[in-house]
């Protein structure tokens, strides 16, 4: 991990303020948006760039070398071709001519000709196939290290940069560095190695034409400075307004029941038109700009080859050398250019893959803000404990969400949050969970701080159910197995029992395995936070975070799980824990009597703070705030 | 998806003929200019040529060196300025063409119908917006074109060995034949591999996207691991596909290559045989040689341009597959105007069933019928699953009834335009979506005239109803930008934020689907009173999962069994009705209380007379309930 350090914006902090906020940085994504970089900034995100192609490229390197290899070695069996064509008529056919008829220089030159043309097919197949496989390993590899690294940074990260970002940092960013990869390599090293070869020849042949085409390296040198710096700007650019086009576009089609209910269609689609018009842009400004490199190279190459003619052909007027050595420095500087129109092609797709992957190791240089211990303190079967001392909680450099607080719940417990909306609730959840990490005092488990739990524990022994029930493509069983993978289908299916979803899902239409997208299998709201609920069930936990995980079941839906969850709460947490039995720790957030007045205990929360906290006939016996709330509840069941 | 590609390749590209009548002679002129380009490339080394017969001998005049030189630098620079040239010609109506398909794409993916939203990801369906596309503006501004001048240059060259030597021009065209027939099967294999690498492309972008939507199940349950080993295995298939098909080209390369040199390797032979026997010059020979110099280059780039040309094909196809789908709900032919909206609701005989429920199953809703009274607040009871949400969605026609018809003041909604009838019906979802914009934006996103009020005072007020006044608290007041790209809210702001969008659009009739699910209770009742003070004159239909929610209505409507079984106020049907006592019942340890303070409220015909109100088709909601209007008075 590269030490940077993440600009910590608050939540609080929207896209504008992230761009302002970060002006002087182009740290991570911060700023991302920005073209017009400084020459630090900009020197910084390249090399940033280039250093995550190298690293993606160093597993690789024997391919790598290989790939090159049959390149280099294909070019070689190309150029064998003419000279065989020229040996065959200066030799085979005198010979044959010659008396007796030697017949065996055309038979070298026919059966050496179909050797050369077996082993060039032979090599440019093999290395198309070699480019393909190294191209798709680097891709393959950088892909999963883009989901892992996403996958691994703190909801802090992925609370400020969208799902589209990500998606277009995964599609057209990797696309721009495919391009590359595969057409990249071949066209590099065929050129170069060509070129070098030519080069040698014509020096060999005469040194005054060698230090012409020497010469059109000044110019070739100027115009691709001038390239590099106008297609970077524009590639970037293009990078910054395709994520745009990419992220409005994702926003309409998950929000599509919005868009029509608010009749959004013409406005969304000027708005698209507009993205789109300015991607039409950018691309063709990019391309444009390699519409003047590519033939300036060619201008370049085809006024050298007149240079090398008026000079070459003054000496030859004046008998310094012959007409035949003209015709072939003529031809050989010609050859010498013509892999430049690949080359620049080389050029031009290092250039947009570079301002893609200034992007994508932007992206990777995030550093997670909650992150696994180096020495993990081991835990394999946790009893439930909780205790926050002198915890306090604020979203970046934003105010305290939590002030200095003070809470043990002893394992076993069923606690319930009651208080305002927007109270903090939900904060005091998320800390447990290690959504967020407490920014002083401690937040322990059984006695160990959770920033010291390696995370297969942390998940094993806590789990929380939010109110958003996220149900992935695919089947119903598979959804709820994500509690527990390992679980069989009985378990399973004693988990969605266990919530009384059992049976609604089997009346879908392929019961378990009906595909959650497709084919009626279409699930409401409800039914999705109950097999969010079985999932939780089915992980069994020693702690059990639930943050409004029935807000939209129906009142007998929501008895049914909270029958099911009395007996998973008063279930032996572990076999293994040997311990006296007591049964796991929740903590509730509800917005409903029913679930609170079950409680072991209620902490009524206000601005971050525990205002009351005892058992709800306790509470209910004082006559504060949760007196009140009782009071507003036992009249809305009317 | 996939498999259904069997279009022929004509076919698949001649669909972008529409699309290409106003570019056509842009095209052509960039067809010439290319061709222009590779002729001037030749026309120099016959300037060589003339130079070193003529002109090149020691001792001659400078004249003819500078002449021929000045000659050789006009075509350098015409061949330079044609490349130049190709591309000025192209580019931009390339580009146009893809932005004006990419935009129609966009417009006809917010026509389809929500049914097709459901069944495709997000991912995929970009896709084929973003990646597909370029691919086939590539291919119109150079494949297309390279193609067309590699045949040409390839026919014009076998044309000139032809007329070099019969002979060795037959030798050279047998190559062709297995060729073609090679290329036959290439393309099959090659255009089905694409087709698969482009679809898995899409998903593995859907699985991306849902990793990252889903990031909260995902780290709350630690499954990182298990998300990356399956976006892995997805990434792995993609992976072994883009090899599959680079082994497929290669193979084809390997022939295409090949053949011809050794064809030619037999020319040679058989040239200097025929040389030898005095059928054949050598300088023919060598001219010979020479163009097939030239050939050779073509004839090699072939297999990738080929290969590009199904790969433009297959994006084609994708991109057909989804402008083909038919939208489902339009407007009508002859669209009927309402002149002024009462705002009452009928649901006649609804019958509803996904158009992909499998034959057989029974339809999720089964002849529905209620009437909404003009300014009536009703609420929809019934247990999960049992198709409120459904329901409630047909009224904007996000789905349309499989069987009956859903009327506002007695016409059709679907004779109303689409974009009429959503403007008089409003909607506020359970599951919240937001656009990326201001609050103020978003909450008078559809608002309609108030008159006499400010577009800041709606926002105030529509706010103050939803009891979302901490907007005001944001970072930047109203005008912090929320939705996705923007802050992120709290489960409970995002629904008032919602609401308030629904209020400020003042329609004729509110669908709430749960609104309230997310508020706190105090919040959830100030909101309740709030709604019915401002709701007097707008039809409501909520679903409701609480006492306290249903509570607001003027009545109830139970759901069951895909049909209203019963209506009547919450009292009536606590008393009368089995059913709903055991959905709305409340948790309460002591229902029992409930039910005994109840009891003097009931009528004393309970238990002894048919239920109030059962509303069985054609039965339709009667007049003893015109008691519910009074009841509204009651409540605040």
Redesign the interface.
């Known amino acids: 991990m590269r030490p940077a350090k993440k600009e910590t914006g608050a ?7 992230r761009d302002s906020k970060t002006a002087a940085t182009a740290q991570g994504t911060a700023g991302e948006d920005r073209v017009n970089l400084s020459k630090a900034e900009g020197r910084a995100v390249r090399e940033r760039s280039v250093r995550l192609l190298r690293t993606l490229l160093r597993p690789v390197r024997v391919r790598f070398a290989i790939t090159v290899a049959l390149v280099v070695l294909s070019q070689t069996a190309k150029v064998a ?2 000279l ?2 020229a040996y ?2 200066d030799s ?2 005198p010979a ?2 010659a008396d007796g ?1 030697d017949w065996l220089p ?1 038979a070298v ?2 059966g050496g ?2 050797l ?3 082993a ?3 090599l ?3 290395y ?2 070699a ?3 190294l191209s ?2 680097m ?2 590899d950088l ?2 290290q883009v ?2 690294h ?3 940074l703190s ?1 802090e990260f ?3 940069y ?3 970002r ?2 277009s940092r ?3 960013d990797l ?1 721009a560095l495919r391009e590359l990869l595969d057409s990249g390599i071949s066209s590099l090293a065929s050129g170069l190695v060509f070129m070098v070869l030519t080069a040698v020849s014509i020096f060999t042949l005469d040194w005054v034409t060698g230090l012409l085409v020497l010469g059109s390296a000044v110019p070739m040198f100027l115009l691709s400075r001038w390239y590099q710096k106008r297609s970077q700007a524009a590639y970037r650019s293009s990078r910054v307004v ?1 994520a745009r ?21 013409e406005d ?2 000027a708005r ?2 507009e993205l ?2 300015d ?2 842009r950018v ?2 400004r990019s ?2 700009l390699n ?2 490199f ?3 190279l ?2 370049i ?3 050298t ?2 240079a090398v ?2 000079v070459g ?2 000496r ?4 310094a050398l012959e ?1 035949g050595a ?2 072939a420095l ?1 031809l050989a500087t ?1 050859r010498f250019f013509q892999p430049l129109g690949q080359m620049a092609m080389f050029y031009n797709s290092f250039q947009s893959a570079q301002a893609a992957l200034e992007k994508v190791s932007g992206l990777l240089e995030e550093v997670p803000t909650v992150r696994p211990p180096r020495n993990p303190v081991p835990l394999p079967a946790a009893r439930g404990d909780i205790r926050f001392t002198a915890a306090e909680f604020r979203y970046g450099d934003g105010p305290v969400v939590v002030p200095s607080l003070d809470l043990h719940i002893p394992a076993g417990q069923t606690v319930a949050v ?5 109270a903090g609730k ?1 904060t005091l959840a998320k800390l447990m ?1 290690r ?1 967020y990490d407490v920014t002083a005092g401690s937040l322990t488990l059984d006695g160990v701080d959770l920033r010291e739990l390696s ?2 524990d ?3 022994a806590v ?11 695919g089947t119903v069983a598979e959804n709820i197995a ?2 527990r ?1 390992s679980a069989t289908r009985a378990e399973v299916e004693a988990a969605a029992g266990n919530v009384g979803a059992d049976a ?1 899902i089997r009346a879908l ?1 392929d019961g378990y395995d009906t595909d959650v ?4 299998g ?6 999705r936070q ?1 097999i ?1 609920f079985a ?1 939780a069930f089915l ?1 069994n936990p020693a702690v059990l975070i639930l943050d ?1 995980a029935t ?9 049914l799980v ?1 029958e099911g969850l009395h007996r998973l709460l008063s279930s032996n947490v572990s076999v293994r824990s040997g311990g006296p039995t007591v049964g796991r720790t929740a903590l509730v957030i509800a ?4 679930t609170v ?2 409680a072991d205990r209620v902490l009524v929360v206000h601005e971050g703070r525990i205002v009351e906290d005892g058992s709800p006939a306790e509470l209910l016996a004082r006559g504060g705030r949760f007196a009140e ?1 009782h009071g ?7 | 998806m996939a498999n259904k590609d069997e279009t022929t390749l004509l076919s698949s590209l001649g669909r972008l003929v529409p699309h290409l009548k106003t570019i056509a002679w842009r095209l052509l002129a960039g067809l010439l200019t290319a061709l222009a380009a590779s002729l001037v490339a030749l026309a120099i080394p016959q300037v060589y040529r003339v130079l070193v017969n003529t002109a090149l001998e020691p001792g001659k005049g400078t004249g003819a060196l500078w002449v021929g030189t000045g000659v050789v630098l006009v075509l350098g620079i015409l061949e330079a300025w044609f490349m130049v040239l190709r591309r000025q010609f192209v580019i931009v109506p390339a580009t146009t063409v893809e932005t004006r398909m990419r935009t129609g794409f966009y417009r006809h993916l917010q026509q389809l119908a929500v049914e097709f939203h459901d069944r495709w990801g997000s991912g995929q369906l970009l896709s084929r917006a973003m990646s597909d596309l370029n691919f086939m503006r590539r291919w119109m501004a150079f494949g297309a074109i390279m193609l067309v001048v590699t045949a040409l240059t390839v026919v014009i060259g076998v044309a000139l060995m032809f007329s070099m030597s019969w002979e060795l021009g037959l030798i050279f065209l047998a190559a062709a034949v297995p060729i073609t027939i090679f290329g036959f099967t290439f393309r099959r294999s090659y255009g089905r591999a694409s087709r698969r690498s482009q679809d898995q492309a899409g998903d593995l972008a859907t699985v991306v996207e849902e990793s990252v939507r889903g990031i909260r199940v995902l780290k709350a349950f630690g499954r990182g691991r298990e998300a990356l080993d399956s976006f892995a295995g997805q990434a792995q298939e993609l992976q072994a596909t883009e090899v599959h098909k680079a082994k497929s080209l290669a193979q084809f390369s390997l022939v295409v290559t090949l053949l011809p040199e050794l064809a030619l390797a037999a020319g040679l032979v058989v040239g200097i045989l025929l040389v030898n026997g005095g059928k054949l010059d050598v300088g023919t020979l060598v001219a010979f040689f020479a163009t097939a110099a030239v050939v050779a280059g073509p004839v090699e780039s072939v297999g990738p341009l080929l290969s590009m040309t199904l790969a433009a094909k297959t994006a084609l196809d994708r991109h057909f597959e989804v402008m083909n789908a038919e939208n489902t709900i339009t407007d009508p032919a002859n669209p009927v105007s309402l002149e002024q909206v009462h705002g009452a609701l009928e649901f006649r005989g609804v019958h509803f069933r996904f158009p992909d429920t499998p034959v057989g199953a029974p339809a999720l809703l089964n002849g529905v019928n209620l009437e909404l009274r003009a300014g009536e607040i009703m609420a929809l009871v019934g247990v999960t699953g049992s198709g409120k949400s459904t329901l409630l969605n047909l009224v904007p026609r996000l789905f349309d009834v499989s069987a009956g018809a859903v009327l506002l003041d007695g016409t059709d909604i679907r004779q109303l335009r689409l974009a009429e009838l959503r403007t008089h019906v409003s909607v506020a979802f359970e599951d919240t979506t937001l656009f990326s914009n201001s609050v103020r934006e978003n909450v008078l996103l559809g608002a309609a005239d108030h008159p006499g009020l400010s577009p800041d005072q709606i926002l105030e007020r529509a706010l103050e109803v939803a009891q979302a006044g901490f907007a005001y608290t944001l970072p930047h007041g109203v005008d912090t930008l929320i939705g996705e790209e923007g802050l992120s809210l709290s489960g409970g702001q995002r629904q008032r934020i919602a609401l308030a969008r629904a209020i400020a659009a003042k329609p004729a009739v509110l669908i709430l689907d749960d609104p309230l699910s997310a508020l706190d209770v105090n919040t959830e009742e100030r909101v309740s009173q709030r709604l019915r003070q401002v709701l007097e004159a707008t039809t409501t239909l909520i679903v409701a999962h609480r006492p306290s929610t249903v509570a607001m209505a003027d009545r109830v409507a139970l759901l069951q069994d895909g049909r209203i079984t019963a209506v009547g106020t919450h009292a009536e049907l606590l008393a009368g009705n089995d059913h709903y006592r055991h959905v709305l019942a409340s948790l309460d340890s002591e229902p029992r209380d409930l039910d005994t303070g109840l009891d003097d409220e009931l009528p004393d015909d309970l238990g002894t007379g048919p239920l109030p109100v059962a509303a069985g088709p054609g039965d339709q909601p009667s007049e003893h309930h015109s008691s519910t209007n009074s009841s509204r008075g009651t409540a605040e």
Do not use: C
């Open positions: 939540p609080a902090s929207n896209a504008h303020e071709g003419p065989l064509i065959g008529i085979a056919l044959l001519t008829g055309l030159t026919g000709y179909v050369a043309a077996l060039a097919s032979w440019t197949a093999a198309l196939t480019t393909a496989r798709q390993a891709l393959l892909r999963i989901f892992r996403t996958q691994r909801m992925h609370e400020n969208t799902s589209g990500i998606i995964q599609t057209s696309e395709s086009l990419i992220v409005h576009f994702i926003e309409t089609m998950t929000g599509i029941r919005a868009v029509k209910a608010f009749r959004r269609e969304n689609a698209y038109e789109a018009e991607y039409r691309t063709v391309i444009n519409g003047v590519q033939p300036g060619v201008l190459g085809n006024v080859v007149a003619l008026l052909g003054f030859v007027l004046g008998g007409v003209l015709l003529l010609k009651v208080g305002a909306t927007g939900s969970a959504f995370s297969t942390l998940r094993r789990v929380m159910v939010t109110q958003e029930a996220f149900l992935f493509s994500l509690g993978p609604f239409p997208n497709k084919r009626g279409r699930v409401s709201a409800g039914q109950l969010s999932r992980a409004e807000s939209s079941l129906d009142i007998p839906s929501e008895r909270q917005h409903r009597l029913s007045a079950s709330l507003a509840w036992q009249d809305s069941l009317i």
